[in-house]
């Protein structure tokens, strides 16, 4: 496992954006309960797949929302709240790459819950082999929308909540100007391996 620290720093490192900012968004998760805490030092908090999960979605989700890193909560709430459109498609294929974690998922899931299963599925040696453009994230805005495509599938579209305003059935926002901002294998192999390692006193 890996202490808070570790994760921002790993996050930085692949987003290809400052450690500064990463700690922004990171301490907004972790002051209202977003984020694992305890201690520092050699009592440092352990990492989980959520928390992962979480950081990635604040901080790549709050371009296509137009907001901030004093917004992480409401943007890690807004986008972990979608749920699933349907059954999740090509389970099988998908299954075969070394995603059953992933595909265990239920009908109707939330893509909080798959984002962090995603993130599980990582750290695997079959994730390890595979084409940096093989996995894709999508976060689309101003209406909360995602996508999880896993080689020629697109696994999951995840769209509104009874507390956002739904899609169409295209899987697209009824807006007619739509932000997008992606993440693909790299960033998720990169959370998962440092899942996976022994934790650190190495904390902020």
Avoid at 144 to 155: C, E, K, L, M
Avoid at 159 to 182: A, D, V
Wanted: charged share 20%; net charge positive; with cysteine.
């Amino acid at each position: 496992m890996a202490t808070p620290g570790q994760l921002v720093q790993v996050m930085a490192n692949v987003l290809g954006i400052s450690k500064a900012t990463v700690v922004q968004y990171d301490r907004v998760l972790s002051e209202h309960g977003l984020r694992s805490k305890h201690g520092r030092g050699t009592s440092a908090a352990q990492v989980t797949s959520r928390d992962a999960a979480n950081l990635l979605t604040a901080i790549a989700a709050s371009s296509p929302l137009g907001l901030s890193a004093k917004d992480a909560v409401e943007i890690c709430k807004r986008f972990s709240a979608l749920v699933s459109g349907g059954p999740a498609r090509a389970k099988a294929e998908v299954s075969k790459l070394g995603f059953k974690r992933l595909v265990s998922l239920p009908d109707g899931h939330s893509f909080g819950k798959a984002l962090a299963a995603l993130v599980e599925c990582g750290g695997q040696s079959e994730f390890s082999r595979m084409d940096d453009g093989a996995v894709w994230v999508q976060f689309s805005g101003p209406i909360a929308s995602a996508q999880i495509i896993v080689g020629n599938w697109r696994f999951g579209i995840y769209g509104g909540t009874r507390k956002y305003k739904r899609l169409s059935r295209s899987g697209r926002s009824e807006r007619g100007l739509i932000h997008t901002s992606s993440v693909n294998t790299p960033t998720i192999r990169a959370l998962g391996s440092l899942l996976m390692q022994p934790g650190t006193s190495d904390d902020h």
